[in-house]
């Protein structure tokens, strides 16, 4: 549990700090100095807890294998359809104060940009995970993808409202009235509210009073909660969209990263079984980007330069990556393959957050600016909930130093968080500690 520091005032600290002799990573070079820890801790090797006592698949599918002996499909990989950009701009245009207050304008424009997914490169990726403690498991570590990752690579928050907590009052009669509008279009010949039925019905019907719902809908059922049946639209995402059209921010990222977690270790369960056909619906095109961003020297996949205004993931439009299996099978397991700090490193027209500065001591409280508050979340353990049930563990301390923190060795092999240790929302202040963000060279 967190302990509180000495002073008038009480604060929690997110983080442990004590004189240890650390290795450096990257070169190997030992050096004595005061390091800190993201907590819980594990005070010794008999705290430890190994990754998973079920095996990776990695340790079952033979390293030369070509081709997964399991069908996988990945139904919530969409591209953006023709006119969806079209809507885009009519819409920005009026709405985009909305979309700024809502914490989704560069969700939304992300969504513009072509991924070109690549099912092996998700596939190899599987091949390490462990459902245990949701990260993959390298022969140098453990690694995953975190908060940090959704929330600049897709956009998405990670503060405001839950995706689970109900609506009421006027704002269910707007979800009535798109419930109203979905069985309406299933009376058409084509019987369901499909993607392109649903976009092209309420562009052409200007100046409809809920089109900004109808608008969110699309994209929530699209490419942020991908609908099952593939292609029409689920009435999960109406009471989201009605809420982002009013300006509430929602926490989209740890919805989606809790469903990204159970999808893996669904596929990976399946495909223990040896089941021939497995299909998980995330929007697995977020881990294909995490990929692309960590293992660039792997996958020669030379990413193109950020144009003035751009989010992160149009560096990766339409980019295809080409590879073999057993070679990134092979370097993915070598350390000086993966990048800790990705997004620290300056780029041509990118903006770094106000948390990724040199290296200080914050202070944080409900009064701390957004941008930091985001960051704070995606450094604390917590059970994400996500649609439809959706509970997993997020075990940020596990992988620590994609946050440019000191990472233990005993943490690689790990200590799980009790309900009871989970930093969701904490009522006193805490102590956060920036530091290392900016000499990568020290990871």
Known sequence: MAKRAEGPHSYHRIYEEREEKLVSFKFGKETRRVARFLKPCALNSSEAVRPSSTPLLCEVFPHSLQQ??????????????????????????????????????????????EIKFNKDLVLVLAEFWSSKTNTFVFDW?????????????????????????????LLLEIVEEMEKKKTEMTRTPAKKAYHYNWMTHFMEQQGYKYEHVAFLSFWLARFVFPSVPEESLGKHVFPIAVLLSQGTRVSLAPAILAGLFKDLSFLKNQALKGEELVSVSSPFQLLQLWALERFQPVLKSPPKSLKPGEPRAARWHKVNPRFSLPDVRRDVNLPKNFQWRPYAADLTNWKHGSY????????????????????VKCLCGAELVGLEDCKERYLPHRVAMQFGIDQEFKTFLGILLNPQDWVVHPVLPMIVSLFQHGPLSRM
Request: proline share 5%; net charge positive; charged share 20%.
């Open 68 to 113: 997964w002996p399991s069908k996988v499909l990945f139904p919530g990989c969409k591209k953006p359809q023709q006119k969806w950009e079209d809507w885009i701009d009519r819409l920005a245009g009026k709405y985009c104060t909305i979309w700024n207050q809502a914490g989704i304008c560069d969700a939304i424009m992300s969504s513009k940009y």
């Open 141 to 169: 570590g453990e690694a995953t993808i975190t908060m940090e990752d959704l929330m600049v690579l897709g956009g998405f928050s990670v503060l405001g409202r839950p995706v689970t907590k109900p609506i009421n009052g």
């Open 356 to 375: 990724y500065q040199a290296s200080k001591l914050c202070f944080f409280d409900k009064t701390t600016d957004q941008n930091l508050q985001s960051y």
